[in-house]
């Protein structure tokens, strides 16, 4: 070998003496960043110090105060460069302490193609180099770290900002390392060892999802790093890793466009609150700060603070009609976004509603003058800046309106019923003169008019002008002619009948989540709202439970950015009919060019047995392959009365104790877990009922309804009463695929009278069924 020091370092003490050699490194670098941080604060303190004494000494006439000010100023930016190195120190110290006890985790030897020295490097979750500059740790994010995830032995190429880099790799190395000692170390020719992976897989799990940089997958590693395309869609069977990818991927883009990109550009919408807590610490953990991260309806709703969004179906607690189940798929289309969009280039000829702007409860600029104005603009006038010229004329208009106003006799009754204490906030200064006391009246007024019409003002500049409702109903009146109804199985009757259920609701402060985006996105046509042009990278996880029509309104609200879309659209469980049209629908949102689709197809969360089982649940599933880790067959047991069932239920719960598996039982719904909740309390078996969103997954055994179960995973679950009653037909098979897919390691699944005939499609040989 032409490296001198690699002989040396190939025993496992060699690199124990190597490794302790960089924690030492580390610990000293640690020191300095101490002293640097105690530096900072000592300095910060002295200069608040000095700069009271200098305040209290110069409290005096214009000039000093002046020196004071520009003392002031002085002293801020002193401890703005302080608080700077104190932060930096900070930042610096939790990277390094978080590096000692694990330095890295991979070791590379490689030649760059044209170089003679064969180099070795150690990759870990940060950088850190030695006095000299030298790197010592590279960054998993670092271009070179890439071969590691990526190739196998020999030679390979890679990405950096200046362009592709071939090197030859001889050695890639995989490190266990605990508090500062290698646990063990294998060689691997492989991507990534499957010995790292099943050690890593084989772990229980927690109510917080882990970071899995060390082990990374080829293609997982294609999701993190990709910078070129504008839509990155990810389609992964559950537990594939989609949302572990994207989590990387958000350290990665930080870490790629540091300085140029901050957290509070990268926004992730995720299913459901639950979820944005299971997986908050990732980000953290790998030293990065969290990205935004909300729901789709926090999202919308936080725009419609006084309406109460509706949504039957999310809770599976009511069923739908069938004709309300087309209407719905209507209004979830891009067809409905074209119509909405067609509907608005209408509107800028004729066909906008306005309504009064009041005044003392009398219309005071009328809907027919707003109107007037509104449409007086020649026709290269579009939405936006017809209204932006009408708000300008509107509030010349309020202007010349305050001289007449003043003369009105409602002016000076008030100014009379004013007593001293209110007239003297009127002035300016306690000691205001008048020239006579004919201009003091005008002066108040004036004062007293345009503090009355500011409502009007603030009416105009929030273009309360508009009727938005009314607007809105008549676009759904209008449908017909931009969409053929028919095609939707809906007649013109149906539709109408539909149409007064959206008006009854406007009158009881109601909207359905359906129409909330069309709602809001008509009235962003009509006020010629743009979007956030900030947002450079946008996130949608569980994308199979939007519609299209909602992927169209956020890529309208972030106009700039990049979209990463991950789903499983075996996993459709909210929006069941549309699931298959998704992607189609969305690729015609973006640039086919700058459109790639990536597939994961390996389930790394289950054991095979379990993910054999639930991907013949599946139809007409898409590829799905297993990962060698062996495991138990799921099982079933059907029983004629649901007490007996209970025992069974207790049964299984002491087996999976015992075993030291943590267990989450998944009803149907939040009634079903109510109930078994009691059940359980009542035999003394402790469990927590996680009953919404905002509730926090507490440690050992839960109870939870199955729309709060998306995106999570547990090491045991137990399918409650997945019975016939239940889950009765075809348009459930998504639901218990998701369900039975959040098992790790152990999966039961419990009914009355007879299993879910969802069920008759999946080889026997396959579960063990005990009745
Ligand atoms: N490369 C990896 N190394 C280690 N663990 C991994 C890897 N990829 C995925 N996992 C593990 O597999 C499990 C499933 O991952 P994740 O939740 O990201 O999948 P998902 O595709 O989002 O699943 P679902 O669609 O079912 O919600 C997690 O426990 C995750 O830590």
Redesign the pocket.
């Known amino acids: 070998m032409s490296n001198s020091r690699e002989p040396i370092r190939n025993s496992q003490a060699a690199e124990q003496r190597y490794l302790d050699d960089v924690v030492q490194k580390i610990r000293q670098a640690e020191k300095k960043a101490q002293s640097s941080i105690e530096q900072a604060e000592t300095d910060k303190r002295s200069i608040n110090k000095q700069f009271g004494e200098e305040v209290k000494l110069n409290y005096g006439d214009y000039a000093t105060n002046l020196e004071t000010a520009l003392s002031i100023h002085q002293q801020q930016q002193m401890l703005a460069e302080r608080e700077n190195s104190w932060q930096e120190s900070t930042k610096r110290l939790s990277i390094l302490r978080r590096l000692i006890g694990n330095p890295y985790f991979a070791r590379l030897d490689f030649q760059e193609h044209g170089e003679p020295k064969r180099e070795t490097i150690y990759i870990g979750l940060s950088s850190f180099s030695d006095k000299n500059d030298k790197f010592l740790i590279y960054d998993w994010r670092a271009p070179i770290s890439s071969i590691y995830y990526d190739g196998k032995l020999g030679d390979v190429t890679y990405q950096t900002p200046d362009g592709e880099q071939s090197v030859n790799i001889s050695l890639k190395r995989q490190f266990l390392i605990k508090k500062g000692q290698i646990d063990s170390m294998f060689d691997t020719a492989e991507t ?1 060892g499957d010995q790292m ?1 099943l050690e ?2 084989g772990e229980k ?1 927690s109510t917080q ?4 940089v ?4 080829k293609e ?1 590693n294609k999701i993190i790093r990709n910078t070129s395309a504008d839509l990155l869609f990810v389609q ?12 990387q991927r958000v350290a990665y883009l930080l870490y790629r466009y540091r300085g140029n990109l901050t957290s509070s550009q990268v926004v992730m919408f995720s299913p459901n609150q639950l979820f944005n807590d299971y997986i908050e610490n990732v980000l953290p953990e790998l030293g990065e700060q969290n990205m935004v991260q909300m729901t789709y309806q926090q999202f919308v709703g936080r725009r419609l603070p006084n309406y109460t969004i509706v949504d039957p179906t999310a809770q599976f607690e009511v069923p739908q009609t069938e004709t309300a189940k087309k209407i719905s798929k209507v209004k979830t289309e891009l067809k409905f976004f074209k119509a909405l969009q067609a509907y608005s280039r209408t509107l800028e000829s004729h066909g906008m509603f306005f309504r009064d702007l009041k005044f003392q409860g009398k219309p005071y600029l009328t809907k027919e003058k707003i109107e007037e104005i509104y449409y007086s603009f020649n026709q290269n006038y579009h939405l936006g800046n017809r209204v932006d010229a009408t708000k300008e004329r509107l509030v010349q208009l309020l202007n010349n309106r305050v001289e007449p106003e003043l003369r009105k006799s409602w002016v000076s009754k008030t100014i009379e019923g004013l007593d001293p204490e209110q007239l003297q906030a009127m002035y300016a200064r306690a000691d205001q003169e008048f020239s006579s006391s004919d201009a003091e009246y005008k002066y108040l007024a004036r004062k007293i008019v345009t503090q009355a019409l500011k409502p009007v003002n603030q009416g105009i500049n929030r273009m309360r002008f508009f009727n938005i409702n009314k607007q809105y109903l008549h676009f759904l009146a209008q449908v017909p002619q931009f969409l053929d109804l028919s095609d939707y199985g809906l007649t013109a009757a149906e539709w109408q009948a539909g149409l007064l259920e959206t008006q009854e609701n406007f009158k009881a402060h109601a909207i359905h989540l359906d129409d909330v985006s069309p709602y809001l996105f008509l009235f962003d046509l009509m006020t010629g709202k743009r979007g956030d042009r900030r947002m450079r990278f946008v996130f949608v ?2 994308i199979q439970d939007y519609t299209p029509f909602q992927l169209a309104y956020l890529q309208f609200q972030f106009p700039k950015a990049k979209y990463t879309m ?3 659209l075996n ?1 459709a469980i909210f929006t069941k009919t549309n699931s298959r049209s998704l992607l189609s629908q969305v690729q015609k949102l973006f640039d086919r060019d700058k459109t790639e689709v990536v597939q ?1 197809t390996r ?3 289950s054991t095979k047995p379990i993910t054999e089982f639930t991907r013949a649940i599946l139809k007409n599933g898409k590829k799905i392959d297993t990962f060698e880790r062996e495991g138990d067959l799921p099982n079933a047991i059907v029983r004629d009365d649901q007490d007996q069932l209970g025992e069974d239920l207790l049964a299984q719960l002491k087996i999976n104790d015992d075993r030291g598996v943590t267990t989450a039982i998944i009803c149907k719904t939040k009634r079903e877990s109510e109930i078994l909740t009691k059940f359980l309390q009542s035999r003394d078996y402790p469990v927590t009922l996680i009953r919404s969103e905002s509730q926090r997954l507490a440690a050992g055994t839960l109870v939870l309804p199955a729309y709060l179960a ?4 547990f090491d045991a679950v137990i399918l409650w009463e997945l019975s016939a009653a239940n889950y009765p037909d075809e348009d459930d098979r998504q639901l218990v695929y ?1 369900l039975a ?2 098992a ?1 390691h152990r999966l039961t699944m419990l009914a009355t009278n007879q299993l879910t005939p969802l069920l008759e499609i999946v080889p026997e040989k396959l579960y063990v069924n005990e009745k």
């Open positions: 990534i992976l890593v897989l799990s999802m882990k970071s899995i060390t082990t990374i997958q997982q992964g069977a559950a537990g594939s890793g989609k949302t572990s990818a994207i989590l996880d569980e991950l789903g499983d996993q994961l389930s790394y969360r998306k995106g999570l995973e998701t897919s959040r790790m």
